[in-house]
């Protein structure tokens, strides 16, 4: 079986799109990988986080245009 391999890049969108699916998937089993081995995904990674969990703990709701430019700014739209 040939083992898949992702860029940062589709790392930062498939945790930004994904995060239910199903955690043995080989793609999920590349994410992690990938994870394991880079420090910048790593930081991204424990940024959304530690963001989903802000928004959780406030019940933070963003305006449209907001959205729209952090989805910008992360290059996710």
Partial sequence: M???K???KEVMHHICDNLGE???SP???AIKEHLDN???CQKYFDSVEKTIKFYQ???VELKE???KRLLDYLGLE
Avoid: I, P
């Fill in 2 to 4: 040939k083992e898949e």
């Fill in 6 to 8: 992702v860029s940062c």
């Fill in 22 to 24: 199903d955690l043995d």
């Fill in 27 to 29: 793609k999920c089993r």
């Fill in 38 to 40: 880079c420090e910048n």
């Fill in 57 to 59: 703990m406030y019940n």
């Fill in 65 to 67: 245009e907001a959205h």
